[in-house]
C-alpha cells in the first residue's frame, strides 16, 4: 500500500512538472545556417520559404559601387540643381564606362572616382578636355543629364536593400522559430515516452509485488498449520503411549473415541484457520487487485482523450497549430515582400534599360546628325569651290541647274524641285534681260531724239552769234556748242556703239 501510494505521487508529481514545463521558455540556440533535417521541412516547402529569402544578391561592378556610395553621401543630402555636383556625377560615370571598355582618358581626368572630391579647376580642366573629343563629350553630356535621375535611383535601391535586409531577417527569425518548436515538441515527446514507460514499468512491478506477497502469505498459513497438526498427532501419540499400559480396552476405545473428537475438532479449528487466513489472503487480494486496477483507470484516464494529459497535448496541439498559422502568415508576408522587391527592382531595371536605350538612340541620333552636318559642310565647301573656280576660269560654262539643285538637296528639298527652280530663274533672267533691253533702247532713243528735237528749237528760236572760244575747258567750246548738230550726232553714235557691249556684260551670268 505504502508503495502504491508513493508511486501514485510520483506519477501525479510527472504531471505537474509537465504542465509546469509547457510554461518555460527552451533556452535554444539554434544556427542561422539550420540544416533541413533540424527544421522538419520538405525541401519544395524550405525553397519556397527560404531559398529565395536567404539567396546570395549579385553584386554590381565596384567601380559603379563607388560612384553609388558616393552619390548616397553627397547626392542624396546636397541639391540635385547644383551643377557642379552633376559635374563630378558625370565624370566619375565617364571614367567607370572608360574602364570598362578599355578606353583611353584625357591626362585632365585622371582622378580617383572614390575620393568623389574634386576641386572646382580639375572638373574645368577635365570637362575642357572632353570637350575636345565628340565621342567622350556625348557620353559626358549623357552622364550629366541622367545624373538626377540616378540620384533618384540610388533613393529606390536603397529601399530596395532595406526591404532584402528585412525579408532575410524574417527568414531568420523563421528558422529559429521553427527549430525552437521542433526543439520544444521532441522534448515533449521525449517526456511523454519516459512518464509511459515509467508507468508501464511501475504496474508491472507492483502487479509481481502483488502476486509474490500473496503467495508468501499462503505458504506461510500452510506451513504454520502444518506445524500444528504435526505438533497436535505428536502430543496425541504421546499420551497414547504413555497410558496404554494403564487404561483398559473400554477405556482406550473411549480414549481412541475422544481423540477421534479432538482430532476432528482439531481439523475443524486448523481448516477453519485456514480458511479465516484464506479469505483474509484473498480480501487482500482482492483489494489489491481492485487498487491496481483504480491505478490503471487512474493511468488510463489520465492518457485517455478526455484526460488533463490529452488536454495538456491538444492545448500543445493547439499552440503549435495557431505557431504554423502565424509562420504561414509570416511567410505569406515575406512573400509579398519578396514580389514587391522584385517588381521594384524589375521597374528598376526596366527603367534602366529605358533609360540605356534612350541613351544609345540618342548618341547614334547625334552621331548621325554629326556625320550628315559634316558632309553637308564638306558638300557646301565642294559646291563654293566649283562656284568659284568656275566664275574665275569660264562662268558661261557653269551648271546652274546642278548648282541649285545641290543646295536645295542639302535643304532637304527634292531634286526636280531644283530643276522647275532653275528653269524658273533661267526665264525669269531672259525675261529681265529682254526689259533691260528694250529701257535702254527706249531711253537711248528718247535722250538722242530729244536732243535733236531741242537743238532745233533753239536754232530756229534764237538767231545765230558768233562762236567765242572757251579756253577754260580742253576741247569744249561754250554754251553754244552744245547744241550743235554735229556734235549731238557724233554723241549719239558713240551712246549707240557702247550700250550694247555694256547691256551684255551686265547680262552676263555671274
Not at 22 to 51: T, W
Not at 74 to 86: A, F, I, K
Not at 293 to 311: A, C, N, R
Amino acid at each position: 500500500m505504502v508503495l502504491l501510494a508513493g508511486f501514485v505521487a510520483v506519477i501525479f508529481l510527472l504531471l505537474l512538472v509537465c504542465v509546469e514545463a509547457q510554461e518555460l521558455k527552451a533556452h535554444v540556440s539554434p544556427s542561422a545556417s539550420a540544416r533541413l533535417s533540424d527544421l522538419g521541412l520538405s525541401p519544395q516547402l524550405y525553397d519556397e520559404l527560404f531559398s529565395k529569402a536567404l539567396r546570395d544578391h549579385v553584386k554590381e561592378n565596384a567601380c559603379y559601387q563607388s560612384v553609388t556610395d558616393s552619390v548616397r553621401s553627397y547626392g542624396l543630402s546636397s541639391s540635385l540643381s547644383d551643377e557642379m555636383l552633376r559635374k563630378r556625377g558625370a565624370i566619375a560615370l565617364f571614367l567607370c564606362d572608360a574602364a570598362a571598355d578599355s578606353i583611353s582618358t584625357p591626362q585632365e581626368c585622371e582622378h580617383d572616382v572614390e575620393t568623389f572630391e574634386w576641386s572646382e579647376s580639375q572638373v574645368q580642366g577635365c570637362v575642357h578636355a572632353l570637350h575636345r573629343v565628340p565621342q567622350q563629350w556625348a557620353s559626358f553630356d549623357n552622364h550629366r543629364k541622367t545624373f538626377p535621375l540616378l540620384c533618384f535611383a540610388q533613393m529606390q535601391r536603397e529601399g530596395v536593400d532595406e526591404a532584402r535586409n528585412v525579408y532575410r531577417d524574417i527568414a531568420i527569425q523563421q528558422q529559429k522559430f521553427l527549430l525552437y518548436l521542433r526543439g520544444t515538441a521532441k522534448e515533449r515527446q521525449q517526456l511523454y515516452e519516459g512518464m509511459e514507460r515509467t508507468a508501464k514499468s511501475a504496474i508491472e512491478q507492483l502487479q509481481r509485488e502483488a502476486r509474490h506477497l500473496q503467495l508468501h502469505q499462503v505458504q506461510i498459513m500452510r506451513t504454520q498449520a502444518q506445524a500444528i497438526l504435526s505438533n497436535l498427532s505428536t502430543s496425541l501419540e504421546s499420551m497414547t503411549m504413555r497410558s496404554a499400559a494403564n487404561i483398559s480396552r473400554t477405556g482406550q476405545e473411549s480414549l481412541r473415541s475422544t481423540l477421534r473428537v479432538l482430532q476432528k475438532t482439531a481439523t475443524e479449528v486448523v481448516q477453519a484457520s485456514v480458511s479465516r487466513s484464506s479469505a483474509l489472503a484473498e480480501e487482500q487480494h482482492r483489494n489489491f487487485t481492485f487498487q491496481t486496477h483504480y491505478f490503471q483507470d487512474l493511468v488510463q484516464q489520465t492518457f485517455s482523450p478526455d484526460g488533463p494529459l490529452s488536454k495538456i497535448l491538444q492545448t500543445c496541439h493547439h499552440q503549435q497549430q495557431a505557431a504554423a498559422l502565424q509562420l504561414r502568415t509570416q511567410s505569406s508576408q515575406s512573400n509579398r515582400i519578396a514580389e514587391e522587391v522584385r517588381d521594384v527592382v524589375a521597374s528598376l531595371r526596366d527603367t534602366a534599360t529605358a533609360t540605356d536605350r534612350a541613351l544609345h538612340e540618342e548618341r547614334k541620333r547625334a552621331a548621325e546628325e554629326e556625320a550628315d552636318r559634316k558632309a553637308q559642310d564638306q558638300q557646301g565647301r565642294d559646291v563654293l569651290l566649283k562656284l568659284v573656280a568656275g566664275l574665275f576660269d569660264d562662268p558661261q560654262s557653269l551648271d546652274w541647274t546642278e548648282l541649285v539643285t545641290t543646295v536645295l538637296l542639302r535643304q532637304g528639298i527634292p531634286s526636280w524641285c531644283g530643276t522647275v527652280l532653275t528653269s524658273f530663274l533661267h526665264l525669269s533672267w531672259w525675261a529681265l534681260s529682254n526689259l533691260l533691253w528694250a529701257v535702254a533702247g527706249w531711253t537711248i532713243f528718247a535722250l538722242t531724239w530729244s536732243r535733236r528735237l531741242g537743238g532745233a528749237a533753239l536754232h530756229v528760236r534764237q538767231p545765230r552769234q558768233p562762236t567765242i572760244a572757251v579756253t577754260g575747258n580742253r576741247g569744249w567750246s561754250g554754251p553754244e556748242s552744245r547744241t550743235d548738230p554735229r556734235r549731238l550726232r557724233s554723241l549719239a553714235t558713240r551712246r549707240r556703239s557702247i550700250a550694247p557691249r555694256d547691256i551684255r556684260a551686265a547680262s552676263a551670268p555671274l
